[in-house]
């Protein structure tokens, strides 16, 4: 405080500018009145360093300013609008160059070595825990009743058919989802969408589950399949 005193008599000061730490803060109201016995107009920069990172974002809020606590990128408009521009014309190169033989090829093997249809729907979790018909080669036996206990799939499952063991070996039944995707269910990169049943299950081991249901879930993005097993 004298060192602020002797500066103010020494030499013309009209603003001070104020950036003090936490473990300081008790000095602040003192600096303040020194400040106003001088007439100098003070500004005070909060101590925004142990906040701001790539995982908060400073904003304001009417008058107020605010640290939002999850930097969402997708939240500002032109952003949307460039991954919905790429997500409708990546998945366009995809349809017409590989789902447009591939689909009528799957459909025409299924025939012949097991009769049923051809895609397989399920209802998954979307943003904001919407629900949308998730789309897929089919890779299992079809069963004209309908099941209602949802039963996941284990290695060597005896529900898979021949066709559906390569499909899933490779990936491809997932390919469907590009029209996913076109129908804007879906992005190409996103988290991977959930099946109803598996949703609370995987919320007893992932805290931050719901997170994911701020964007729309994706084709390339991360499962959580690893931790439920870590889990079990």
């Not at 500066?7 to 106003?36: G, M, P, Q, T, Y």
């Not at 606590?69 to 939240?75: D, T, V």
């Not at 988290?191 to 609370?200: E, G, L, N, Q, V």
């Amino acid at each position: 405080m004298i060192i602020l005193k002797v500066a103010f008599a020494d030499n013309k000061v009209d603003e001070a500018v104020i950036a003090i730490s936490e473990e300081s803060r008790h000095l602040l109201e003192s600096i303040i009145k020194e400040c106003d016995k001088n007439a100098i107009k003070v500004h005070i920069i909060p101590d925004y360093y142990n906040l701001v990172s790539k995982r908060f974002q400073l904003s304001t809020f009417g008058d107020f300013p605010i640290i939002t606590a999850r930097r969402e990128p997708l939240n500002e408009v032109q952003w949307r609008f460039v991954k919905r521009v790429f997500d409708i014309l990546f998945s366009l190169v995809v349809t017409i160059l590989i789902l447009s033989w591939l689909i009528p090829m799957i459909f025409i093997v299924s025939l012949i070595f097991d009769r049923g249809p051809v895609f397989f729907l399920q209802d998954r979790l979307g943003t904001k825990n919407e629900k949308f018909k998730c789309l897929k080669f089919r890779t299992m036996k079809h069963e004209k009743d309908k099941i209602e206990e949802y039963k996941p799939v284990v290695e060597n499952d005896p529900r898979i058919t021949k066709v559906g063991k390569f499909l899933r070996k490779y990936n491809l039944d997932e390919l469907p989802q590009f029209i996913n995707v076109l129908l804007g269910d879906m992005s190409v990169v996103g988290p991977r969408p959930h099946a109803i049943s598996y949703d609370d299950l995987y919320g007893k081991i992932v805290d931050e589950i719901r997170v994911r249901q701020n964007v729309k879930p994706g084709i390339t993005g991360w499962g959580t399949n690893s931790r439920l097993k870590e889990a079990t």
